[in-house]
């Protein structure tokens, strides 16, 4: 079993950064792929980007290419998402997520955090 908790979110104008941390308490966290996923107002919940164990595989949403960048520090037991050039479309509830040790479907939920960007 393992706990997430997001931090970091806030409200930003247009063009500015935020950076993300998701982290998580419980065993087996490198042992785990984790991914950030975001729920806009009226909107599906989407894939953001995604990190396997050992960060030698990483995949972005296309809307979010090229301005966000995901890591993860397995000493520290967590993950952030950097995120540059933020647009008002950027604006969701951003959610971390996790899987089974060495699975691929994503189990385990945090709480999320509120992201604003305005114009």
């Known amino acids: 079993q393992v706990q997430l908790v997001e931090s970091g979110g806030g409200s930003v104008q247009a063009g500015g950064s935020l950076r993300l941390s998701c982290a998580a308490s419980?065993?087996?966290?490198?042992?785990?792929?984790m991914g950030w996923f975001r729920q806009g107002p009226g909107k599906e919940r989407e894939l953001v980007a995604r990190?396997?164990?050992?960060?030698?595989?990483?995949s972005y949403g296309d809307s979010v290419m090229g301005r966000f960048t995901i890591s993860r520090d397995n000493a520290k037991n967590t993950m952030y998402l950097q995120m540059n050039s933020l647009k008002p479309e950027d604006t969701a509830v951003y959610y971390c997520?996790?899987?089974?040790?060495?699975?691929?479907?994503?189990?385990?939920w945090g709480q999320g955090t509120q992201v604003t960007v305005s114009s």
């Open positions: 997520a996790a899987t089974k040790p060495w699975g691929a479907a994503y189990e385990y």
């Open positions: 419980g065993p087996t966290f490198e042992m785990r792929a």
């Open positions: 990190i396997n164990w050992n960060e030698v595989i990483t």
